[in-house]
């Protein structure tokens, strides 16, 4: 295992990842691919390597936020689909199609103009596109069928690009009133019956995300966007209590304790802003982890981590890089594990709940998890590689 220097680090386990690849592959229909959604550095997971094993376990196709996740993909030697969820500007549209990845776009110029690049780049290859249409989701898309009708017409006369894809996505997929969802979803099929009833053959359509193809594996189309869950992580508590996939999370993350010491001097302060005094006697352990690694400041005196199996308190405020965790009586010493987030010795601290704590959601808890934590890679039960950009020793 490789040494590291500032104790703390992320375990990605690819064989959770592998399941919950496979519980979606038995719940949506035959005829529905999965495309691994990896924007975000595979929310905070590691895009590389989990794109390769997704890939591998019954993703066929891949998502990302912007063009320059998807080239960080193709450098890594992946060759599979990769689709940019995002606006890409046309300054760019060279680089998409110098790399093969395919970019959604809505708008009839942006269409004449990327193919009017493409034409004087004199480029071997079409672009692929796909169409986002804006049922009720208000961020990117078509939202008028005259205009999709054109956008179509104006992709069909180009020499640069070809249609691959058609899609929309749900608000409120991860919500119990699911009006707006099935108004979402007649919205978009009324869409595509208007085009085929031009005599327009459609290319793959994709609508679901995680929260719907949970909801609505009826919806599941051609293919489905799969993130949130691909991480074994449910997209509301809502879809979480319908039990109707069983999901692993993938990721925890671990650090070990930098430095004990038993409050029997004074000062007991503890932190910035001197916000905690220690107890005499209470034992305190610090650890190499703070709000630059992803660690939000807002679990100052509030968040716990696990120490032998037992909950124990963050005491004072979290710092850019360190936090103080409070013993109590219990034993501890330097170099032993503690787990922020997950499991140790039957005892568990889910990324769920610190996102409850944190008013927020569990995508927000492990996409904004820093780059300079080093991941780890467990695979069959054994660390296969570990992925950073920080220096190793
Ligand atoms: C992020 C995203 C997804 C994946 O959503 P999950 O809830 O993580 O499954 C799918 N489609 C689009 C357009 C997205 O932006």
């Given at each position: 295992?490789?040494?590291?220097?500032?104790?703390?680090?992320?375990?990605?386990?690819?064989?959770?990842?592998?399941?919950?690849?496979?519980?979606?592959?038995?719940?949506?229909?035959?005829?529905?691919?999965?495309?691994?959604?990896?924007?975000?550095?595979?929310?905070?997971?590691?895009?590389?390597?989990?794109?390769?094993?997704?890939?591998?376990?019954?993703?066929?196709?891949?998502?990302?936020?912007?063009?320059?996740?998807?080239?960080?993909?193709?450098?890594?030697?992946?060759?599979?689909?990769?689709?940019?969820?995002?606006?890409?500007?046309?300054?760019?549209?060279?680089?998409?199609?110098?790399?093969?990845?395919?970019?959604?776009?809505?708008?009839?110029?942006?269409?004449?103009?990327?193919?009017?690049?493409?034409?004087?780049?004199?480029?071997?290859?079409?672009?692929?596109?796909?169409?986002?249409?804006?049922?009720?989701?208000?961020?990117?898309?078509?939202?008028?069928?005259?205009?999709?009708?054109?956008?179509?017409?104006?992709?069909?006369a180009s020499k640069f690009l070809k249609w691959t894809g058609?899609?929309?996505?749900?608000?409120?997929?991860?919500?119990?009133?699911?009006?707006?969802?099935?108004?979402?979803?007649?919205?978009?099929?009324?869409?595509?019956?208007?085009?085929?009833?031009?005599?327009?053959?459609?290319?793959?359509?994709?609508?679901?995300?995680?929260?719907?193809?949970?909801?609505?594996?009826?919806?599941?189309?051609?293919?489905i966007r799969l993130g949130i869950g691909m991480y074994g992580?449910?997209?509301?508590?809502?879809?979480?209590?319908?039990?109707?996939?069983?999901?692993?999370?993938?990721?925890?993350?671990?650090?070990?304790?930098?430095?004990?010491?038993?409050?029997?001097?004074?000062?007991?302060?503890?932190?910035?802003?001197?916000?905690?005094?220690?107890?005499?006697?209470?034992?305190?352990?610090?650890?190499?982890?703070?709000?630059?690694?992803?660690?939000?400041?807002?679990?100052?005196?509030?968040?716990?981590?696990?120490?032998?199996?037992?909950?124990?308190?963050?005491?004072?405020?979290?710092?850019?890089?360190?936090?103080?965790?409070?013993?109590?009586?219990?034993?501890?010493?330097?170099?032993?594990?503690?787990?922020?987030?997950?499991?140790?010795?039957?005892?568990?601290?889910?990324?769920?709940?610190?996102?409850?704590?944190?008013?927020?959601?569990?995508?927000?808890?492990?996409?904004?998890?820093?780059?300079?934590?080093?991941?780890?890679?467990?695979?069959?039960?054994?660390?296969?590689?570990?992925?950073?950009?920080?220096?190793?020793?």
């Amino acid at each position: 295992m490789t040494k590291l220097c500032r104790e703390v680090w992320i375990e990605v386990n690819l064989d959770a990842i592998k399941k919950n690849l496979r519980a979606f592959h038995h719940y949506i229909p035959n005829k529905s691919k999965i495309m691994a959604v990896v924007k975000a550095n595979a929310y905070g997971h590691g895009a590389v390597e989990v794109a390769r094993h997704a890939l591998e376990h019954g993703a066929s196709e891949l998502a990302v936020a912007g063009l320059e996740e998807g080239i960080i993909l193709r450098k890594a030697g992946i060759k599979a689909p990769i689709l940019v969820l995002g606006f890409t500007p046309l300054k760019c549209v060279k680089e998409a199609s110098a790399w093969n990845i395919e970019l959604s776009a809505f708008q009839v110029d942006w269409i004449k103009k990327a193919n009017e690049i493409l034409e004087k780049e004199a480029v071997s290859s079409r672009l692929a596109i796909h169409i986002n249409v804006d049922t009720g989701m208000g961020r990117l898309g078509v939202r008028r069928g005259e205009e999709l009708l054109a956008i179509v017409e104006a992709l069909t006369a180009s020499k640069f690009l070809k249609w691959t894809g058609i899609y929309t996505h749900f608000s409120t997929a991860d919500e119990p009133d699911t009006t707006l969802t099935r108004l979402q979803h007649d919205k978009f099929i009324s869409f595509l019956r208007y085009l085929k009833n031009q005599g327009i053959e459609l290319p793959t359509v994709h609508m679901n995300n995680t929260a719907a193809t949970i909801a609505f594996p009826e919806y599941s189309a051609d293919m489905i966007r799969l993130g949130i869950g691909m991480y074994g992580l449910y997209p509301s508590e809502y879809i979480k209590q319908l039990n109707l996939v069983k999901l692993i999370p993938a990721l925890s993350l671990k650090a070990r304790i930098a430095y004990v010491k038993t409050m029997i001097t004074e000062p007991r302060t503890i932190s910035y802003g001197a916000t905690y005094i220690a107890d005499l006697g209470e034992i305190i352990a610090t650890l190499p982890i703070g709000y630059a690694d992803g660690y939000s400041r807002e679990l100052s005196n509030r968040g716990f981590v696990l120490h032998d199996g037992r909950r124990v308190p963050v005491v004072g405020r979290v710092t850019m890089d360190q936090i103080m965790v409070s013993l109590g009586e219990g034993d501890g010493k330097q170099g032993d594990e503690v787990v922020i987030y997950g499991r140790q010795k039957g005892a568990e601290i889910s990324v769920d709940e610190v996102a409850e704590m944190l008013d927020t959601i569990n995508y927000e808890v492990v996409s904004t998890l820093s780059r300079r934590i080093p991941r780890f890679y467990i695979r069959d039960g054994e660390i296969l590689k570990v992925s950073s950009p920080v220096l190793y020793v």
